[in-house]
């Protein structure tokens, strides 16, 4: 839910890039007109998001952003793209199966090297066909950067206007030699980053990468097994006889106490528990 919530913001700010421009701070660029992705969905009347998730955690985080889009976004929202089963199960057809792309290392790559260029250009002629407002990666770096700079070059060749790309989860630059310097290229093609640790977002933008903190998704699951476990009103109930309770514990009458403690406040475990009188 939190970065749906982050991505329908996004896509109410954001401006699409005009075909045939150039983003910068020039002159000739001050009088180029943007549309938002939620303006261009109210004129087409629907949201279309292309999703690409090439790992078992990434359809996992995917699949609950479609759940809160559906919710979340003022218009019907279309997907497609390329996901697992939990993707599946919010509606999505994927266009091949995930496993497809979920390799690991140079050495896992290689024999694997051309199914992956070849579902690479699938990807990326299904996203251009698709016409989507919003592009969406989720982890999974090296199949998901590749994919958004070809569609980028692709849109740009073909001087098509160029959705609004989003990679959810920040690549590991902490753990790269230069890391963070090499953060700053990834804006080439990658519009803004959803970062699930703090501070990532930060460390982002100050290498020139626009990026929002929207929290680690273990959160969220550790907030629905809370729900699933919380135990509903009625069973929060204590059923019993009032007056026998406090005859038998000897608590003295409302009134007593009213004049007896009135300066008094006492707070307990559980206050909010229903008496039956």
Known sequence: MFGAKALI???RKWKLKPPNTVLSFSSSS???KFKAPMDMAAIDGELRVFLVAGEVSGDSIASRLMASLKLLSPFPVRFSGIGGSKMRS???QSLFPIE??????IWELLPHLYTFKERLNEAVKAASLFEPHVVLTVDSKGFSFRFLKQLRARQSQQK???PAHFHYVAPSFWAWKGGEERLGGLAEFVDHLLCILPNED???RLNGLSATFVGHPVLEDIMELNLMNSPSI???KAEGNGKDFRR?????PACFLEAEYKKSVGCFPSSQTQWNY
Not at 100 to 105: E, H, P
Not at 248 to 252: A, D, G, I, L, N
């Open 234 to 236: 009625n069973e929060c």
């Open 248 to 252: 038998k514990h000897e608590v003295p």
């Open 100 to 105: 497809d792309i979920s390799v690991m290392g």
């Open 90 to 92: 919010e509606g999505l």
């Open 202 to 204: 930060k460390v982002c």
């Open 160 to 162: 098509l206007h160029s």
């Open 30 to 32: 001050q009088h180029v």
């Open 9 to 11: 913001l996004l896509t």
